[in-house]
């Protein structure tokens, strides 16, 4: 990992103290924060349970969900150029069977960096909804649905599943990309004459160009967006919200985000004549697709009521 981040306008900060090492493994910034970004949201997930009256796990729900979408993440980024992942395949495979421990070095070396939010999103959906299928939802919200029968109940489950995990999802996005920023990889900005502009590490993944430029720190925006986002979904789950609604207003709100700051970002455009970058792309697509399950629960309308708070002496 590059885990320190040398200079943030006039001061020089030591990020490089939280680097630790293991013998051959080094662990970084990026890992540390996105355990930090695991924890963030397992306690908001863990309080929406129970204002919800949910009979489910929540440090098991995310536990599932911070393992499968790190391999989504990893798979995404990585087949966006599969001749450099073979080649990365190859080069892990080099010191044959016969050296376990050094290929096993190797590819630990490679899957701690290179991840791609997109793939951990679709991962992360896939396992939030086989685990709503199997959730015993209670309260009067639940009550409310008139005997929805054994299918249709699993399929309202895995969906709200999805809308109490949003809260949680759009904190810990946000904490998470702390973690790239720190790291030191090709998360950042253009260059900048802003007061707020970083100094890039030298031996950053994706150094800026000059080396001593400043830049946008594009993180610090999805941080600082991704908290106005957190606490607007979770102030509107306090309410009565059809199964589905929530689930279209962070896929709206997180896609709209991602496609505005990517205009700033020095991710590679590369469709519509070069001005729309492949996270751009995914991330419109996160948008049109939130807002057609706005409006897919808005005609539904399948009511989904809070847990109300306990009585006084209750």
Not at 183 to 207: F, Q, S
Not at 243 to 269: C, D, H, M, Q
Request: aromatic share 12%; proline share 7%; glycine share 12%.
């Amino acid at each position: 990992m590059y885990p320190y981040l040398p200079a943030i306008g006039p001061f020089h900060l030591p990020f490089h103290l939280l680097n630790l090492t293991f013998g051959p493994w080094q662990a970084g910034t990026f890992g540390l924060l996105l355990w930090l970004a695991a924890v963030a949201a397992t306690i908001v997930l863990y309080k929406n349970f129970a204002r919800n009256g949910v009979d489910a796990d929540a440090i098991n729900v995310a536990a599932l969900v911070v393992v499968a979408g790190v391999i989504g993440a990893k798979a995404w980024h990585e087949l966006q150029n599969v001749r450099e992942l073979q080649y990365a395949l190859r080069a892990i495979g080099a010191p044959g069977w016969q050296r376990p421990m050094q290929v096993a070095v190797g590819f630990l070396g490679w899957f701690r960096d290179g991840f791609a939010w997109f793939g951990g999103m679709l991962a992360a959906i896939a396992v939030l909804m086989i685990q709503g299928h199997g959730t015993r939802f209670k309260g009067p919200g639940w009550k409310s649905i008139v005997d929805p029968g054994p299918v249709l109940g699993a399929r309202l489950g895995a969906v709200r599943m999805l809308d109490l995990a949003a809260p949680a999802t759009a904190l810990g996005y946000g904490v998470g990309r702390i973690g790239c920023l720190l790291a030191g990889d090709g998360d950042y900005g253009i260059n900048t004459t802003l007061p707020w502009g970083v100094h890039m590490a030298k031996n950053a993944l994706v150094p800026p160009i000059p080396a001593n430029a400043l830049v946008q720190p594009t993180p610090i925006y999805e941080l600082l967006f991704s908290i106005a986002v957190f606490w607007l979904l979770w102030k509107l789950g306090e309410r009565a919200r059809p199964v589905g609604w929530l689930t279209g207003v962070y896929l709206a709100l997180s896609g709209a985000g991602r496609f505005l700051v990517e205009f700033v970002r020095i991710n590679p455009k590369l469709y519509f004549h070069h001005t729309l970058s492949n996270a751009q792309v995914a991330a419109a697509a996160s948008a049109i697709v939130g807002l057609i399950a706005m409006a897919a629960a808005q005609k539904t309308r399948v009511p989904w009521t809070p847990k109300p708070a306990a009585e006084p002496g209750n």
